[in-house]
């Protein structure tokens, strides 16, 4: 259903975050908030990031940053100067959430530097929701860190048991920390306008990246006092019984994932890989002939495993990515490729759901691919609505539904307070 | 004090994280969350590691325990003549139903969103598996480990030299949760103002690109595809993990480290004493220290090996450069931070005895999350939901009890 506004149309955000909470707000905007982006006259720091639209250094075309600010109008506004806090404070009267983030180095100062802690703005107005983002929460030992996405996630536990055992620890190279982070802040945010239709009080809702981060260990750090498991890298195989087993295996083009697991529900797609191969005249008589009913990965010898795995793995060198997968989804082996964003942006199944979104970007000659809607609703009105805001773009309409005439506009600008 | 969900009810079918992780976002603050669940079919999480000497069998499992507190449990065989009738019946009690099981299952039932919504217009309900409800590949079978692959998060994740690994805990599935309680909450808000219900398709595959927005916007604009860059990254050195002194009895410690300008670096070479190496002209910029990374870091790793994690990340971050231990899970249950925010809460399980649940990332100033009750027995709750919360007589109860359909 086009043209609907989406769940969240009618609430207004103001989005003052760094880099790892630009998600939260567009996600917001995906949804139909009014997000506005709220920048120092300067523009986002973010706002020079590589890579650029065209190569060169640009405040309009930093890549990261157009990728997560859709959704959102934009306005530039000096903090720091007393007519620019008076401002902030009466936009906030117009608001329903402010989010920001308090990122010790990430470019941004907090609102509290300017004066402006949850208690003026729950002042201003009370039925204001204010969300913090931070990498260990608002208080606490070491709210004062510095912390980038690598430092969150290695202190949220989730790079220990990533990689190989022979290498450091590694993290992903996108920064997953401010993923979970703004995530949890755009929900915490959702929650607390629920809280709000009972109460009609805002609240403050405080967000650690590093909690957010935990909860990817998917219980393993509160099962540690029963397990004694603190975590391990184990690469790219897996340990079972008496043998090693390959999880990612190379292709003609690229790699796929796939494990020689027993159990009902894996077993059948062992048998279809073997017969897909047989098609091609590479399945050796040892493993067509093979009891697969009775097989099981914990009892298997070594010896066993590097024969099934030598003739495996020498098929895979002849298939690629997207000729395993079309096999996978055909003939239901549990198989996945390692997809790069060449094989996604040609991916049958967001094709067919229409998940891809192209919008035009006039102001910078552009027209931008990006994954669209996060969920699809029957009622429509989950999208990116708008290309990123370029510097400053809506200060004339933001100032003007504000109540700021043209001429203030100017004397405003001319004094360095946009 | 009641939680801000307090009232709200939730019907959960299926299994697995995705779902039920995201449910229990709403169970925290108060929200009745009710898990249909089958002996016939059981969770594969209630079945980790067991075999028939699992103490409490199918309640043993510890990994569900810890994902699934604040819940019932009732058991209902869906394949039972009288299964799909009863679980529609709780349907019409709920508010918001949840399921994460193969694309079409629900609908075999008649407990489909088309079905469902003709008797209860403003159902809310959301369906997650990997890849959608619609489209060719719908009934890929896959779990988290293959959903973390399809969406690119194995390609970004490893060495350039070695095997795309994908960071730990198959990330869909942790993602998907927060993208299932956020629209889930969005709709709850529409409801409140319009009356309206509506159906939610969310892939967990498409959620995640969302989040690698950068990735798919540098590639179709430019070309380039990103790729793993073990630890760097592409704007700024040193940017690592650095090996490190054992620790309680570990030698497989690890502090990263990450210097983002030239006023960092030089807060680091002050941190660590200005040794001359750090006066080399050539890293006296980003461009240089990136050209000649490989020869900083085999410095800072002479530097770190014979201190602990902990003492590196206390000097530099008293210095203002940005440090921190590379925690494994144990040290996550010492983490004073997370210890401060009261993350880990206790819980006692009827099999397992006194285990750790772990709270989400978010704190409200007006209301708290709370773990009132550890996770359910299979069918735990299956009388108290039909007879008390639904009504139902106890001679039919008795009577359905008897032809076997609460298995």
């Known amino acids: 259903m086009r043209g609907f506004g989406g769940s969240l149309n009618g609430y207004r955000v103001l989005d003052c975050t760094a880099e790892p909470g630009f998600l939260a707000g567009k996600l917001l905007g995906d949804l139909g908030a009014d997000v506005i982006k709220v920048e120092p006259p300067g523009g986002d720091p973010a706002r020079r990031r590589p890579p650029f639209l065209g190569g060169a250094p640009d405040l309009e075309k930093s890549i990261p940053w157009l990728a997560l600010n859709t959704s959102k109008r934009g306005i530039t506004l000096n903090l720091g100067h007393p007519q620019g806090r008076d401002l902030f404070l009466r936009l906030c009267g117009t608001a329903d959430v402010v989010i920001e983030c308090c990122w010790p180095g990430c ?35 070491y709210a004062a860190y510095r ?7 290695a202190m ?8 190989d055992p022979d290498r450091p620890p590694v993290r992903c190279s996108l920064p997953v920390s401010h993923f979970h982070a703004a995530l949890d802040a755009a929900t915490g945010i959702a929650f607390a306008l629920w809280a709000r239709e009972q109460t009609g009080e805002g609240q403050l809702v405080d967000i650690s990246a590093q909690e957010a981060v935990a909860m990817a260990n998917m219980t393993g750090p509160a099962q540690y006092p029963l397990t004694g498991a603190k975590g391990s890298r184990t690469g790219a195989v897996f340990r079972a019984g008496r043998a090693c087993f390959r999880e990612l295996w190379p292709c003609r083009d690229g790699w796929v994932s796939f494990a020689l697991r027993g159990g009902p529900a894996r077993i059948p797609g062992i048998r279809a890989l073997i017969e897909y191969m047989d098609e091609h005249g590479m399945a050796p008589a040892y493993l067509k002939e093979r009891d697969w009913s009775a097989y099981n990965h914990n009892t298997i010898t070594q010896e066993e495993v590097d024969a099934i795995e030598s003739a495996i793995g020498a098929f895979f060198l002849t298939k690629t990515m997207a000729e395993l997968f079309e096999a996978a989804c055909a003939r239901h082996l549990m198989l996945a490729p390692a997809n790069t964003p060449r094989e996604i942006l040609a991916a049958d199944q967001l094709r067919a759901r229409g998940f891809f979104v192209e919008l035009d970007d006039l102001s910078r000659g552009a027209r931008l691919t990006y994954p669209g809607a996060f969920a699809k609703s029957s009622i429509g009105g989950i999208e990116p609505r708008r290309p990123a805001p370029r510097l400053g773009e809506h ?15 100017r004397s405003l600008a001319r004094r360095g307070v946009l | 004090m009641a939680g801000l969900f307090a009232g709200l009810k939730i019907l959960e079918f299926g299994g697995g994280a995705a779902g039920p992780l995201g449910c229990r976002y709403f169970a925290d603050h108060g929200a009745t969350v009710v898990r249909v669940e089958s002996r016939r079919r059981p969770d594969f999480l209630r079945l980790l590691r067991y075999t028939p000497d699992t103490k409490g069998g199918l309640d043993g499992s510890l990994m569900f325990a810890a994902m699934n507190c604040n819940k019932l449990s009732v058991a209902l065989d869906l394949s039972h003549p009288r299964g799909p009738d009863l679980a529609r019946r709780l349907a019409m009690w709920a508010d918001v139903v949840a399921e994460n099981f193969a694309p079409g299952t629900m609908a075999k039932w008649n407990l489909d969103y088309e079905s469902l919504r003709l008797e209860k217009p403003d159902l809310i309900m ?5 890849n959608g409800q619609t489209g060719p590949h719908r009934s890929y079978p896959g ?5 973390s692959a399809i969406a690119g998060f194995n390609h970004l994740t490893g060495w350039p030299d070695r095997e795309p690994l994908g960071p730990y805990g198959t990330i869909t599935d942790s993602l998907a949760p927060r993208f299932l309680a956020l629209a889930v909450a969005a709709a709850l808000l529409h409801r409140c103002r319009t009356g309206a219900g509506q159906y939610i398709d969310l892939s967990q595959v498409e959620a995640g690109l969302v989040c690698l927005s950068e990735a798919i916007v540098t590639y179709s604009a430019t070309g380039e595809v990103l790729g793993r860059m073990g630890n ?38 002050e941190a660590i004493g200005n040794p001359p190496w750090c006066r080399d002209e050539r890293f006296a910029h980003a461009q240089g220290r990136l050209a000649h990374q490989e020869e900083i870091e085999a410095r800072i790793a002479e530097w ?13 971050q008293a210095a203002g450069v940005e440090a921190g231990v590379v925690q494994n899970f144990r040290d996550l249950t010492e983490d004073p931070a997370l210890a401060a925010r009261g993350h880990f809460r206790a819980v006692d399980h009827p099999v397992l005895g006194s285990h750790l649940v772990e709270a989400n990332a978010i704190r409200f100033s007006s209301s708290s999350e709370e773990i009132r009750s550890p996770a359910p027995l299979l069918g735990e709750h299956t009388e108290y939901v039909f007879r008390e919360l639904l009504g139902m007589p106890a001679v039919e109860y008795a009577a359905l009890h008897a032809e076997g359909v609460f298995f």
């Open chain 1, 395 to 409: 200060n004339a309409a933001v100032y003007a539904e504000l109540g700021v005439a043209v001429a203030e506009l």
């Open chain 1, 156 to 163: 949220g536990g989730n790079m220990y048991p990533t990689g």
């Open chain 2, 143 to 147: 779990f988290g480990g293959q959903g």
């Open chain 2, 126 to 130: 959301v369906s997650t598996c990997l």
């Open chain 2, 304 to 316: 770190t090996r014979d201190r602990t994690a902990h003492s590196v990340m206390e000097q530099l």
């Open chain 1, 107 to 141: 470019g941004i100062l907090p609102l509290v530097a300017h004066g402006l802690d949850w208690e003026t703005l729950h002042a201003a107005n009370p039925a204001l929701v204010f969300c913090q983002i931070s990498p260990f929460g608002r208080q606490g030992p």
């Open chain 1, 147 to 153: 912390a980038s996405d690598i430092t969150v996630v």
């Open chain 2, 232 to 269: 760097r990254s592409r704007h700024a050195a040193p940017h690592g993990a650095f090996p490190c002194a054992p620790e309680c009895g570990d030698d497989d410690r690890w502090v990263v480290i990450a210097v983002h300008d030239d006023r960092d670096w030089d807060r680091f070479c």
